[in-house]
């Protein structure tokens, strides 16, 4: 039981050291997060960057295909600008709520929607002694729905269940995606064809218009003809009864 106890703190303390390192440096380059200096932005599985690096990174993924964020960063949208409150001359950040410094231990989540134009990360802490419907006129909706927010720097224990909940969620956004493409390529090809249809029978109607005023013109051109070769008749008729007369 003794060496179980001992393996346990062990554990504890050897996450609380990751989840330390991941709220003070920036994840893909390990310096300090300048959080008064730089726009720091996390991705879903709750890893802090300063943004400057971040979109460099992917940059350099275009380019050559070298991939040092992972797949689960798809592009900027993948990662979230993070609004964070500090003690009045200090740079650490703190929840705006309860004032507790959010340095990993503390667990914090990201509020993407927060209608608090400066600050968007909250304590669990003061979701739990305030209530998510008080904080939600300030805060917004997301803060409902805590298993579904993203949490800044979690323990490593966690990090697996994440990664399921995060693949799980962008391939719902993909089939989600697929499904609004493949309807506005039906909407589309429903336009063509009624446009299509329409000048068909447009078309039609003009060819239509057309033979009617042909028609009209061979029967006019036929009564004209008729009325000439009878003239043309009397005329010669008459000119026989001359003769004839003269004889």
Same mark, same amino acid.
């Given at each position: 039981?003794?060496?179980?106890?001992?393996?346990?703190?062990?554990?504890?303390?050897?996450?609380?050291?990751?989840?330390?390192?991941?709220?003070?440096?920036?994840?893909?380059?390990?310096?300090?997060?300048?959080?008064?200096?730089?726009?720091?932005?996390?991705?879903?599985?709750?890893?802090?960057?300063?943004?400057?690096?971040?979109?460099?990174?992917?940059?350099?993924?275009?380019?050559?295909?070298?991939?040092?964020?992972?797949?689960?960063?798809?592009?900027?949208?993948?990662?979230?600008?993070?609004?964070?409150?500090?003690?009045?001359?200090?740079?650490?950040?703190?929840?705006?709520?309860?004032?507790?410094?959010?340095?990993?231990?503390?667990?914090?989540?990201?509020?993407?929607?927060?209608?608090?134009?400066?600050?968007?990360?909250?304590?669990?802490?003061?979701?739990?002694?305030?209530?998510?419907?008080?904080?939600?006129?300030?805060?917004?909706?997301?803060?409902?729905?805590?298993?579904?927010?993203?949490?800044?720097?979690?323990?490593?224990?966690?990090?697996?269940?994440?990664?399921?909940?995060?693949?799980?969620?962008?391939? +719902?956004?993909?089939?989600?995606?697929?499904?609004?493409?493949? @309807?506005? /390529?039906? #909407? %589309?090809? *429903?336009?063509?064809? =009624?446009?299509?249809?329409?000048?068909?029978?447009?078309?039609?109607?003009?060819?239509?218009?057309?033979?009617?005023?042909?028609?009209?013109?061979? +029967?006019?051109?036929?009564?004209?003809?008729?009325?000439?070769? @009878?003239? /043309?008749? #009397? %005329?010669? *008729?008459?000119?026989? =009864?001359?003769?004839?007369?003269?004889?």
């Amino acid at each position: 039981n003794h060496t179980a106890d001992n393996t346990s703190h062990t554990k504890k303390e050897t996450d609380k050291e990751v989840m330390k390192e991941i709220m003070t440096l920036c994840y893909l380059t390990k310096v300090p997060l300048q959080f008064s200096k730089q726009q720091i932005v996390v991705d879903p599985y709750g890893r802090l960057y300063h943004k400057e690096q971040a979109i460099e990174a992917l940059l350099r993924r275009m380019e050559n295909g070298n991939d040092e964020l992972g797949s689960h960063i798809r592009g900027m949208k993948d990662l979230k600008t993070v609004k964070f409150q500090f003690q009045d001359g200090d740079t650490k950040p703190i929840c705006p709520v309860t004032n507790v410094e959010l340095n990993g231990w503390n667990t914090a989540y990201l509020l993407p929607n927060s209608k608090n134009e400066n600050f968007n990360v909250i304590s669990e802490r003061a979701i739990s002694e305030m209530g998510p419907e008080t904080l939600r006129s300030e805060y917004g909706d997301d803060i409902l729905e805590v298993d579904k927010l993203t949490r800044l720097a979690p323990p490593p224990s966690k990090m697996e269940e994440i990664q399921e909940r995060v693949k799980l969620q962008q391939e +719902q956004e993909k089939i989600s995606k697929q499904k609004k493409s493949n @309807k506005k /390529k039906r #909407k %589309h090809t *429903k336009q063509i064809v =009624d446009t299509s249809n329409k000048t068909i029978r447009k078309d039609s109607e003009m060819t239509q218009g057309v033979r009617r005023r042909v028609q009209s013109s061979v +029967q006019s051109s036929n009564v004209l003809s008729t009325l000439f070769v @009878k003239d /043309k008749d #009397k %005329h010669s *008729k008459k000119n026989t =009864d001359y003769l004839f007369i003269r004889s």
